[in-house]
C-alpha cells in the first residue's frame, strides 16, 4: 500500500481508500474503486483528490494493491 499524494500512482479502476470533505476532521476512511482523477498538479500534500465509481469524491489516504 502507498500513500496517494504523487498523480502518476494513481488511475482509473484502482481501488484506494479516500478520505471525504466532511471526514476530514475525524480522518474516516472511505473505500472505492477510482473513477476520476480531479487534481491537475502531479503532486498534492493531502492527497490527490479523485471521484471514486459510487460518485463520492475525496483524496486518496491509502492506494491498495
Partial sequence: ???GTKRT????GLEV???LKQDQKTGK???GIVRDILTKSA???HGIKV???NG???R???IHN
Fill in 9 to 12: 500512482d494513481i488511475r482509473s
Fill in 17 to 19: 481508500s479516500i478520505v
Fill in 60 to 62: 486518496v489516504k491509502t
Fill in 29 to 31: 476512511l472511505t473505500q
Fill in 56 to 58: 463520492l469524491v475525496g
Fill in 43 to 45: 503532486t498534492h500534500p
Fill in 1 to 3: 500500500m502507498t500513500n
Fill in 51 to 53: 471521484r471514486l465509481k
